[in-house]
């Protein structure tokens, strides 16, 4: 079966602490994408990054990091030096080709709150 | 601006009203999605149209009847819902066809509460 786990439901750091949010997936396919989406509280989801199975090299894009580890199945996000515009929900999600028709498999989400 | 519009925002009904969601898209995508996002729950992926056809009806009750008539709307058809449907319904749209790694634009949703 396919699943998505995001452990932590809410996190609190206080502005510029590093903070990572953890996501753990399940899938028998060899063949398969992972997905960071951010939820800010006007309620739309944005798409923050997308990996490959065949691709583990880690990713970074400013102040957000993704550590992408086959071997534990994991696909973890870091934000270094938080900011309180970073407060939003984080979803974690898969994604897999051979599997005709299939959309994402979101999971549970974790919530993020930055104070000042 | 976003690419996905969704109306409206809102949206109080009652459990005998007959109400409908509406979606645009204005990227030019092929697919477009229903997902609902209940409290405390993952987004439940409902409806799945990939050129205007139909490709995945996640187990939804009919009570909810979505309907594409072209690739850029998407609208849901809401009749005799019950208190538990009340909801944030997201709706999404991407250029790859579905099982891709199609990257999922959304819309803000509609916040909905059955009375």
């Known amino acids: 079966a396919q699943k998505v786990t995001q452990a932590q439901t809410e996190i609190s750091v206080v502005e510029k602490e590093d903070v990572t949010l953890d996501c753990v997936y399940e899938?028998?396919?060899?063949?398969?994408?992972l997905f960071w989406y951010k939820q800010p509280p006007s309620g739309e989801l944005v798409f923050l990054i997308r990996?490959?199975?065949?691709?583990?090299q880690n990713e970074i894009s400013g102040r957000y990091s993704w550590n992408f580890q086959k071997s534990t199945s994991s696909f973890n996000f870091t934000i270094t030096a938080s900011q309180v515009v970073d407060s939003a929900v984080y979803f974690c999600?898969?994604?897999?080709?051979?599997?005709?028709?299939?959309?994402?498999?979101f999971g549970k989400g974790t919530t993020l709150s930055v104070s000042s | 601006e976003t690419g996905v519009t969704q109306t409206p925002r809102h949206l109080v009904m009652g459990m005998t009203n007959k109400k409908s969601l509406k979606c645009e898209q204005h990227?030019?995508?092929?697919?477009m999605y229903w997902y609902k996002q209940s409290a405390k729950k993952p987004l439940e992926l409902m409806f799945v149209?990939?050129?205007?056809?139909?490709?995945e009806n996640n187990s939804v009750p009919s009570r909810f009847s979505p309907e594409c008539p072209n690739s850029s709307h998407l609208f849901l058809h809401l009749h005799t819902l019950q208190p538990e449907d009340s909801a944030l319904y997201l709706c999404?749209?991407?250029?790859?066809?579905?099982?891709?790694?199609?990257?999922?634009?959304f819309g803000s949703g509609t916040q909905l509460s059955v009375l």
């Open positions: 999404a749209s991407s250029q790859d066809r579905p099982g891709t790694g199609e990257k999922l634009f």
């Open positions: 899938t028998r396919d060899t063949t398969y994408y």
């Open positions: 990996r490959n199975s065949f691709d583990e």
């Open positions: 999600a898969l994604s897999h080709p051979n599997q005709a028709g299939t959309a994402l498999i």
């Open positions: 990227l030019g995508h092929n697919a």
């Open positions: 149209y990939n050129f205007k056809e139909q490709t």
